[in-house]
T-cell receptor, first 115, second 117 residues
Framework: GAGVSQTPSNKVTEKGKYVELRCDPI?????LYWYRQSLGQGPEFLIY????????DSGLPNDRFFAVRPEGSVSTLKIQRTERGDSAVYLC?????????????FGEGSRLTVL | GENVEQHPSTLSVQEGDSAVIKCTYS??????FPWYKQELGKRPQLIID?????GEKKDQRIAVTLNKTAKHFSLHITETQPEDSAVYFC????????????????FGKGTHLIIQP
């Protein structure tokens, strides 16, 4: 596709449920990032993939959050036992340049609401 | 880890005037400093970036300056236009020289720029 695609665009779930958010990066982009953006805040780094491996997962808030990228393309962010504080827009970005040293191309985000 | 502070949180300027947004960072190893523009309900998009081997970079009405000694960098927009209204985010990373450090960009909290007609 022409840009980074994220699904779903909106997800409403109940506290305690499991959620999966999908990101389809720009073809050929090795680097893939997940960020979380709360209202009125800047994007908060969660995890960075270089190819299939998580090169840096230091931003994941706790062990309820997990992300995979099994074939080095599509990535899935998984949140277990969701809490109301998990409500935010989850942004995925991809880049041709690894290491956070080049332009990030963001998707439109997945807005998660935990009731 | 890296900490990026951004000021002001809101900036209102008359159309045609200049706007300046300032950021400071804490990690002296950071060497890549991009600026992103986010319109309401849209995705962030890169507008300009600078690397630590230069002190200033310009692109038409937009310029960024970097002072590595003081660990601060600024965005300058001249001749502001209504379409410049948006939230602007600065960011910093160690880039390709992370050497095992964090590889993600650390963003500031954003500046809501309002262009008054």
């Amino acid at each position: 596709g022409a840009g980074v695609s994220q699904t779903p665009s909106n997800k409403v779930t109940e506290k305690g449920k499991y959620v999966e958010l999908r990101c389809d990066p720009i073809s050929g982009h090795t680097a893939l990032y997940w960020y979380r953006q709360s209202l009125g805040q800047g994007p908060e780094f969660l995890i960075y993939f270089q190819g299939t491996g998580a090169a840096d997962d230091s931003g994941l808030p706790n062990d309820r959050f997990f992300a995979v990228r099994p074939e080095g393309s599509v990535s899935t962010l998984k949140i277990q036992r969701t809490e109301r504080g998990d409500s935010a827009v989850y942004l995925c970005a991809s880049s041709l340049i690894t290491g956070g040293a080049g332009e990030l191309f963001f998707g439109e985000g997945s807005r998660l609401t935990v009731l | 880890g890296e900490n990026v502070e951004q000021h002001p949180s809101t900036l209102s300027v008359q159309e045609g005037d200049s706007a300046v947004i300032k950021c400071t960072y804490s990690d002296s190893a950071s060497n890549y400093f991009p600026w992103y523009k986010q319109e309401l309900g849209k995705r962030p998009q890169l507008i300009i970036d600078i690397r630590s081997n230069v002190g200033e970079k310009k692109d038409q009405r937009i310029a960024v300056t970097l002072n590595k000694t003081a660990k601060h960098f600024s965005l300058h927009i001249t001749e502001t236009q209504p379409e410049d209204s948006a939230v602007y985010f600065c960011a910093a990373s160690e880039g390709l020289d992370s050497g095992g450090g964090a590889d993600g960009l650390t963003f500031g909290k954003g500046t809501h720029l309002i262009i008054q007609p």
